[in-house]
């Protein structure tokens, strides 16, 4: 009697079951199934500015996300295991314990994942096949009109080109594994207090008061496009600053792999056939592509993402001085706006798209402090952090990166057309400021 094979599908940022390649690839292929998700260690430590690199919030958004992808695991009869352990020392050992034929995980691009992954692949058992792929793209590599090397350096270029000539994979489903794939275990689910942190609750009035997971993604999906509607007028509300609808709320879910790009591509294309199709419709794609421009630059360019002279090679005199970054963090600069914001991402880890390029810029342009420190605040504080759009975005606004006009935002004027009536302002800062 044949051996029946062994997949191991280690979870990294892609915490979902469906539209997921690694998980479907494992299915199809291998008998049996198991899943492992490892509390990173490197995740909760400082970074060479003192952050942490992940803070409480995005801690607590993560466990949510993996309890849920445990729940969804079992309704296809896949047992996921958990540890906190380096994953390139954790794995190797696993998949030995389980009699593994092979290791599936999605492929990184950028240097401290990469470097964990070499590892891993040098301390994997020669029997053991390791399969890796792009899971994280709306356009996959085989599905653009030019090499990753020839990425266009202007978003509008390559905005343009994959519209016209790329195309969009389907959503795939996995296949559910037989009953007796599930593995008999004790489970330790992860607290906030294993990680390092204290319970907190989340703020009644906090732009983002959702919860982690894929379950939750589709939630809002389903709430923001088919129940209320909310994505006909998703172009005129997206600078908004106040309450959960002015935006998708996506990013978070996308970051942590709770829904993939593609998902919300193919329903927006429903929502286009049965609903409506418009300039907002348009334009949650039109994000979704920014998205994967930032993505393809990170492939593109490598370390240069995480360097002071970015990818345009520019030297800068950056500043650091620390009662000026204090200020910034705290929310006490001269600038009620940007305070009002940097206090919101404070108590929350959420912050607007209009107020990341506002404080940003600030930090860049006004106190000509160096990007990367802002840039590593935001790694640690925002649940929805990004590797590739955090420090493309930030190297955009201090003029290092792909920016061709190299602008500066001038934050009175931003705050008197965003927020005129003071109301977000008011709702962060003491009103005696007013």
Known sequence: MQKSKTAVVWFTNNLRIHDNKVLSEACANYDKVIGVYCYNPRHYKKDQFGFKKTEKYRAKFTIESV???????????ISLFLCYEHPQLFLPQFCLTHNADALFFQREFTSEETTEIQYLRSSIPEQIEVFEYYDQLLFEPENIPFK????????????????????????????????????????????????????????????????????????????????????????????GLLGKDYSSKFSSWLSN??????????????????????????????????????????????????????????????????????????GETE???????????????????????????????????DWRIGAAYFESMLIDYDVHSNYGNWQYVAGVGNDPRDRKFNVKLQAERYDSNRKFQQTWLQPMLF
Not at 262 to 275: F, N
């Open 67 to 77: 309890e849920d992808l445990y729940k969804n695991l079992k309704t296809l009869n």
């Open 148 to 239: 990753i090397h020839q990425t266009p350096q202007i978003f509008t270029d390559f905005r343009k080109k994959v519209e016209k000539y790329g195309t969009i994979n389907e959503v795939i489903t996995p296949i559910k594994k037989e009953e007796s794939n599930l593995i008999q275990q004790t489970t330790k689910f992860y607290t906030l207090k294993d990680l390092g942190f204290e319970d907190f609750e989340v703020l009644a009035y906090s732009a983002f008061p959702f919860k982690g997971g894929e379950t939750a993604a589709n939630q809002r999906l389903q709430e923001y496009f088919f129940e209320t509607e909310k994505l006909s007028f998703y172009k005129k509300t997206r600078n």
């Open 257 to 330: 792999g709770c829904i993939s790009a593609k998902t919300i591509y193919w329903q927006i294309k429903k929502y286009e056939k049965t609903i409506t199709k418009n300039q907002s419709t348009y334009w949650l794609i039109f994000e979704l592509i920014w998205r994967d421009f930032f993505k393809y630059l990170s492939l593109k360019h490598g370390n240069s993402l995480f360097k002071q002279s970015g990818i345009k090679k520019v030297e800068y005199e950056w500043k650091n001085k620390q009662d000026l970054i204090d200020k910034w963090i705290n």
């Open 335 to 369: 600038e009620p706006f940007v305070n009002a914001n940097m206090i919101e991402l404070k108590q929350t880890g959420w912050m607007s798209n209009r107020g990341r390029q506002n404080v940003a810029s600030y930090f860049a342009k006004e106190l000509l402090l």
